[in-house]
């Protein structure tokens, strides 16, 4: 089927055995169960969720130390799910997108989108990936615009060295809706301003675009996160629906840098990936979930993220 025709289709279905799979046992590691929300104080852009079970119960990260990792067969990795943890699998430009769920899941529906797993593809990015989120998102019917992609690269809290992207369903408003942009290049390459607290690039996808030039665009985008990878820089991707009015009915996809490798994920605290740098953050502890700040979170994402792009900025001037 034609992903274009049928994005929605398929969504109805994932949801479908996503709520099916969580009453069934032995497929999650918990039920989900969030039982505290909140803004944090402040600007009220970042969001927080109270999630002990995800703490206590996920399977312990990998540490991947090159933006060129090999993949691992003896490591865990995808192709060691069992069968139940696969939801479905979407033809796409002649392989199969696998949607397998994440079995310690942030949100409901959470998703974990990983092209060709028999390939073993290692964590980085490819163009297929890519185009096939990008596409996904453009043509679900979501009135909610709820459904969001991520991405960690290896050093940017990536957990397991196989190809994949997270498919959450996180209604909240959050500091990636909101931020103020501003124009860096050509028509749709935006940057954030300097009024808002931390950096990123932005590309701005339409659905309306014509097939050429949207393959076009997404090149570019991929191109970009290639010299990520070639200059060693860590990278988090956050796919979202616009919901800021004047940019009308887009699809935004945000790149946060990271100016070091991300080695260490203390399970207790919170690390910063494409959830906290989008404005999503859960915690295990319910004393950090009363204690935490807006400005310690901002702080936070900024220390890791900041310097770096002085560099980003010159790569958009070339």
């Known amino acids: 089927m034609d992903l274009k025709t049928n994005a929605n289709s398929y969504l109805n279905e994932l949801k479908r055995k996503w709520l099916q799979r969580q009453n069934t046992d032995n497929v999650f590691a918990y039920n989900l169960n969030v039982t505290k929300t909140k803004y944090l104080p402040g600007n009220k852009i970042i969001y927080m969720e109270f999630n002990p079970q995800r703490t206590r119960l996920r399977r312990i990260p990998q540490t991947i130390g090159s933006l060129k990792p090999v993949f691992d067969e003896e490591t865990f990795n995808f192709k060691k799910i069992k069968p139940l943890e696969l939801l479905m699998s979407i033809p796409f430009e002649g392989t199969d997108i696998s949607m397998l769920i994440n079995k310690s899941p942030l949100t409901r529906y959470h998703t974990l989108i990983c092209p060709d797993v028999a390939a073993g593809q290692p964590q980085r990015l490819t163009l297929p990936a890519l185009k096939f989120c990008v596409q996904f998102l453009l043509n679900i019917r979501d009135e909610e615009n709820a459904f ?160 770096v792009f002085k560099e980003i900025y010159d790569y958009f001037k070339v």
Not at 148 to 161: E, H, K
Not at 224 to 240: A, G, Q
Not at 253 to 275: A, E, H, M, Q
Request: charged residues 20%.
């Open 148 to 307: 969001r992609i991520g991405y960690n690269s290896p050093g940017a809290l990536a957990s397991v060295n196989h190809l994949h992207l997270h498919l959450l369903y996180v209604t909240a408003y959050l500091y990636s809706d909101k931020a103020e942009l501003e124009l860096l290049q050509s028509t749709n390459i935006y940057r954030l301003s300097d009024k808002m607290p931390t950096d990123a690039i932005c590309f701005i996808f339409n659905k309306t675009t014509d097939a050429e030039a949207l393959s076009a665009q997404i090149l570019k985008l991929f191109n970009f996160i290639i010299w990520l990878c070639e200059h060693d820089i860590p990278h988090n991707l956050f796919l979202t629906p616009n919901r800021n009015e004047s940019l009308g009915n887009v699809l935004k996809v945000f790149v946060f840098c990271r100016k070091s490798f991300c080695y260490i994920k203390d399970l207790n605290t919170y690390n910063i990936g494409f959830c906290e740098v989008s404005g999503y953050v859960t915690v295990g502890d319910e004393q950090l979930y009363e204690r935490l700040t807006e400005q310690e979170v901002l702080a936070k994402i900024q220390q890791e993220t900041g310097d």
